[in-house]
């Protein structure tokens, strides 16, 4: 059978960027708690005229720039931070790009796991068409109750990858444990805008769903623990990828210290302690965290584990592609995170309060951002978007 796997990824965040140590100090908490117990240092706060649309486009034009529109015949957009309840954010997307209407484009959602889900589903398409590339786009914003414990975990960002045969950055392996149990950990009613979360609960699901994702693995005949070269996690906050890889190691009679995890694990964490959690995108945020930072991986594996509260967790392996390096961008990934304008908390609390009308009523957005896409208005409950090709690609 032909290669199916990651063939391009690129990177997207939000405006703003809020600074953990004043949050800590407003919330009347030793800052150590959030830089060191949770290992976040900022979050990113979108600015008013940003969503899950202008992300994913922002982070998908990137590699639009680099491959032919016309090859692509699917567009999956993973969020739990959805804009509508019937109408998929892709379709947005598929529009703000310029991309064929011969395509289909559908929203998935579980959360953080649904990024994953986009992921399996898209190799599925190319394997019963090696000609079909598939834009799988995962994009979310996390935003807890104010004052919550969840409040320092909050971030946002976007992540594009493109789908296809004879991938030139990671093939996806053909084995994958698998875990779901109907749990109460964290979820979003219909009627709020942020989630109900129990979060030791939650906590403790995630470190279970990873033994269980690796039973389920070692049974289906995965790769030994020490055929991985490198680890990634899903991470709510830094310190979360620390508790689980801890756990997997433990389940493997391997001995753990700060400085063996700090080893394993360091480099998948450099973008998360900036942009938060990032819910469907932030085991890939990890994982271009990893490629950016560590070295040369060419031929080698990377264990990914993904998990989404509810709960549904994956583990599945990565082979990079020798010469990988070349396709990535790192640069551009790194000034995306450091170009982010740094936002008093007064500021961050204005922009909490502000909201879109839900009566229909018309809103025209003031500029607030500067990405390559912007939410322009709202009227007759609809969101309208505009490229602006003025401002940063
Ligand atoms: P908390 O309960 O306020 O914090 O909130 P804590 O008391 O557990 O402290 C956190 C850590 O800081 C602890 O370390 C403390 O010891 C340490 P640990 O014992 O866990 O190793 N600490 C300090 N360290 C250094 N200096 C200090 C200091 N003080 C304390 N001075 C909680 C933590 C995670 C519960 C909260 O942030 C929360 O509710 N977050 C939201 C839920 C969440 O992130 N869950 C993670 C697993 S579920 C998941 O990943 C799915 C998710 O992404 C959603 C989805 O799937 O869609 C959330």
Redesign the pocket.
């Known amino acids: 059978m032909f290669p199916i796997g990651i063939h391009d990824i690129a990177l997207a965040t939000g405006h703003y960027a809020l600074d953990l140590e004043e949050l800590a100090e407003r919330h009347g908490?030793?800052?150590?708690?959030?830089?060191?117990?949770?290992g976040q240092s900022t979050q990113t706060v979108p600015a008013t005229d940003e969503d899950i649309v202008t992300m994913a486009a922002a982070a998908a034009k990137q590699i639009m720039a680099e491959h032919d529109a016309g090859d692509i015949r699917t567009v999956l957009l993973a969020t739990?931070t959805g804009i509508d309840q019937s109408k998929a954010a892709a379709i947005y997307v598929q529009d703000l790009l310029g991309l064929p209407s011969s395509t289909r484009a559908v929203e998935l959602k579980q959360?953080?796991?649904g990024g994953t889900s986009a992921l399996h589903f898209a190799a599925g398409l190319v394997h019963r068409d090696p000609g079909h590339k598939v834009l799988v786009l995962a994009s979310d914003i996390?935003k807890?109750d104010l004052g919550?414990?969840?409040e320092?975990?909050q971030g946002a960002a976007a992540v594009a990858m493109l789908v296809s045969a004879d991938p030139a950055v990671a093939v996806l392996e053909p084995v994958s444990g698998l875990y779901t149990a109907n749990v109460q950990?964290?979820w979003r009613p219909n009627y709020r805008s942020t989630?109900m979360?129990?979060?030791?609960l939650?906590?403790s699901?995630?470190l279970e769903a990873v033994e269980q994702v690796w039973k389920d693995y070692e049974a289906r005949g995965g790769r030994a623990i020490q055929d991985f070269a490198a680890f990634c996690y899903?991470?709510?906050?830094t310190?979360?990828a620390y508790?689980a890889h801890a756990r997997l190691l433990e389940v493997h009679g391997i001995d753990t210290d700060n400085a063996r995890l700090d080893a394993d694990l360091a480099a998948t964490t450099v973008y998360n302690r900036l942009v938060g959690?990032s819910?469907?995108a932030?085991l890939y945020v990890g994982l271009m965290s990893l490629l950016d930072h560590a070295e040369d991986l060419s031929g080698r594996s990377v264990g990914m584990l993904s998990?989404?509260?509810?709960?549904v967790a994956e583990f599945f392996g990565l082979s990079m592609v020798p010469g990988y390096r070349r396709r990535l961008r790192t640069s551009a990934n790194q000034s995306a995170i450091a170009r982010r304008e740094p936002i008093s908390y007064e500021r961050y609390r204005e922009i909490r309060e502000f909201e879109l009308p839900e009566d229909g009523s018309p809103k025209v957005l003031a500029v607030d951002g500067a990405g390559p896409f912007r939410l322009r208005a709202v009227a007759e409950h609809s969101r309208m978007y505009e490229a602006c090709h003025l401002i940063q690609a």
Do not use: I
């Open positions: 908490v030793d800052p150590g708690k959030y830089t060191v117990g949770l739990e959360a953080c796991y996390a807890y919550s414990a969840g320092a975990t950990d964290f989630p979360v129990d979060g030791k939650s906590v699901l995630y899903h991470q709510p906050f310190r979360m508790k959690n819910y469907t932030s998990y989404g509260s509810g709960c």
